[in-house]
């Protein structure tokens, strides 16, 4: 499986979209042709949410929103509907939209015919929208959640996330698993300590900011006014 994840980080928050292609022996979908052999596409928009498309229709809307002001690309992208459907025409019905930070991400699947039809008929070629002002819901990349076998959980979380047990001593791979947690807790006024997350005692540390500024507004400095050690632990499904 090739993985190509693109996204624009920056200190505002902007939208991170990403796609996954899957092998392209497996193009196992199509599009819906009216009985006058119309392939026609509505209109839709992608931006900030969390989402998994891997359906044709959203797929191809999402390639015809980046294509849209490219009559070459949007040429190749009906001409390939055609081929690989049997449509005689094919329409773009309504506003088409991607969020202005993720715009470049559909360039990839335009590398050439095979990977543009790979991507959107091929139910294991995925697109994924989001965005870096929160973390992913847990899992949120794992297609096939009955391989893992075992749940973690952080204190002032409700959410799981699931992991392997060979993952169970893979430091690196749990402080990526607890930090994600961490970004959906109650706790929104604490912030990561640095270097916070303890493999050993499993806790992860966080802290209550104060910024002082001077009596002209410049800022100097931030206290520590609270710190809290959160607990996660591990539990076999």
């Not at 928009?45 to 690309?73: H, I, N, P, T």
């Not at 807790?185 to 499993?202: I, P, R, V, W």
Request: negative net charge; aromatic residues 14%; proline residues 2%.
């Amino acid at each position: 499986m090739k993985v190509i994840r693109k996204g624009v980080f920056e200190t505002n928050s902007s939208s991170t979209h990403s796609i996954t292609l899957g092998k392209e022996s497996k193009l196992l979908t199509s599009l819906y042709v009216d009985p006058d052999g119309c392939a026609c596409i509505s209109g839709k928009g992608f931006g900030w949410g969390w989402q998994v498309y891997d359906d044709a229709e959203s797929k191809a809307a999402y390639c015809y929103a980046y294509a849209q002001r490219d009559q070459d690309l949007v040429d190749r992208l009906i001409n390939l509907i055609k081929e690989h459907t049997g449509a005689k025409s094919v329409i773009f019905e309504g506003e088409f939209y991607i969020d202005h930070r993720s715009d470049e991400v559909c360039g990839c699947a335009f590398e050439n015919d095979e990977a543009l039809e790979n991507f959107i008929f091929n139910k294991e070629s995925y697109l994924y929208t989001g965005n870096d002002n929160e973390a992913e819901p847990p899992n949120f990349y794992d297609k096939d959640l009955s391989i893992f076998t075992h749940r973690v959980y952080l204190e002032y979380t409700t959410l799981p996330y699931l992991i392997l047990e060979s993952q169970i001593h893979d430091e690196s791979h749990l402080s990526y698993v607890v930090q994600t947690l961490w970004g959906h807790t109650s706790l929104k006024e604490y912030s990561l300590d640095l270097n916070g997350f303890d493999f050993q005692n499993k806790t992860l540390s966080v802290c209550k900011y104060e910024y002082v500024y001077g009596q002209d507004g410049k800022y100097l400095r931030k206290d520590v006014v609270d710190k809290k050690l959160l607990k996660f632990n591990i539990r076999k499904i």
